[in-house]
């Protein structure tokens, strides 16, 4: 397990004198085929890009739909406020944490004024776009399936969240009516690059922030000890892609989930709950207590006010003591029960208690 840069997972562009040379409203603009590109690339890469652009939005927008490739754009924002508040806007609706997040503008008091605001945001120049693709943080640790859908993923989301809003009704109402369907498999070699761009990914609803290598995730898939399980989402609107992955140690008195991370995108579904709820069922078919690893990072408190909910806490419960563990890291344990599972969506998963994989 090792550290590696933060990758960007959006890439605000500038459009006058940036995206495109020329200033949109005072004569025709192009872009360069380089430039285009760059775009292509990194949306290949799993790389969102979206606008902040002081502009006309019709005449801006329109031009982008002219030049065949506003479909590249997620959430974009374009009008005459300051492009700091159009960045928090962008990330606020992406879900993303600031410095998940780049800006490349040719002015530089714009830039000034981003960074005043929003320091935490990767700021770049004009001069740079061509740096993007071998730059080390435009360059995620794994390309896998999702990756070259993870615009369309996003684009789904947004026609999602503008179809809540206007529902008339509650919330689990909605949940219900978009037929959500959650499939939990143990994961297949081909699908251990997916693995661990989520454990690289998330943060926010990451139980201990560690992230593991798809070396790593090999050894524990070979080890008859070892539970490795991805989490996958689908509804009408399409397919969420990979969106969680459970790493379960299974010892002859307890279950050690030593990783539970799922996506910010499904966090009002209640995902993680689901995934909990039925690895308590399964605990309870196998008659073991489980215990949760749990690692504070600074942005993962919903993860353990999710835990906590569930009634996981601490304890010196002789089914698991001693055990050695990381200095910053808490050991949550449940005697399980058994639990009904939300009726808002339907599950696929193995069973666990089959075949018996543990070990002394």
């Known amino acids: ?14 459009l006058d004198n940036t995206l495109w040379a020329g200033t949109v409203l005072e004569e025709t603009v192009g872009i360069d085929h380089a430039v285009r590109h760059v775009l292509e690339v990194l949306d290949a890469r799993g790389i969102l890009h979206s606008i902040a652009s002081k502009n006309e939005p019709e005449i801006a927008w329109g ?16 009008g005459w406020h300051p492009k700091s508040d159009s960045i928090r806007r962008i990330a606020d609706q992406l879900n993303f944490a600031h410095d998940a997040v780049a800006f490349v503008d040719d002015e530089p008091a714009e830039r000034a004024e981003v960074a005043f605001h929003l320091p935490n945001i990767r700021c770049y120049t004009r001069e740079q776009i061509m740096d993007f693709i071998t730059l080390p943080e435009f360059q995620p640790a794994a390309i896998t399936v999702d990756s070259g859908r993870r615009r369309h993923m996003y684009q789904a989301n947004l026609r999602r969240q503008a179809e809540r809003e206007e529902f008339r009704g509650a919330d689990v109402e909605f949940l219900r009516s978009l037929d959500l369907r959650l499939c939990i498999e143990r994961a297949k070699a081909t699908e251990l690059p997916r693995i661990e761009e989520l454990t690289r990914r998330t943060s926010q609803m990451n139980a201990t922030g560690i992230h593991y290598s798809e070396r790593v995730l090999r050894e524990l898939c070979e080890d008859p000890g070892h539970e490795v399980l991805l989490a996958m989402l689908d509804d009408r609107f399409g397919s969420h892609g990979a969106i969680g992955v ?7 008195s307890y279950w050690r989930l030593k990783l ?4 910010c995108r499904v966090v009002s579904f209640g995902v993680g709950a689901m995934i909990l709820n039925w690895l308590i069922n399964q605990a309870v078919k196998g008659g073991v207590h ?16 999710t835990y906590r909910f569930l009634g996981f806490s601490l304890s010196d419960c002789e089914c698991f003591s001693p055990l050695p563990q990381h200095e910053d890291m808490e050991l949550l344990h449940l ?16 069973d666990l208690t089959h075949p018996a994989s543990v070990q002394g």
């Open 1 to 14: 397990m090792t550290e590696q840069i933060n990758t960007v997972k959006c890439l605000v562009w500038d």
């Open 63 to 78: 031009r982008l739909v002219e030049l065949g490739v506003a479909e590249y754009f997620i959430a974009p924002q374009i």
């Open 246 to 252: 459970v790493l379960l140690e299974k010892c002859r």
């Open 260 to 263: 539970l991370a799922t996506s």
């Open 290 to 305: 489980l215990v949760a690893d749990f690692r504070a990072t600074g942005r993962n408190r919903i993860m353990e006010i």
């Open 335 to 350: 005697v399980p029960g058994a639990r009904d599972l939300p009726g808002t969506m339907r599950l696929t998963a193995p």
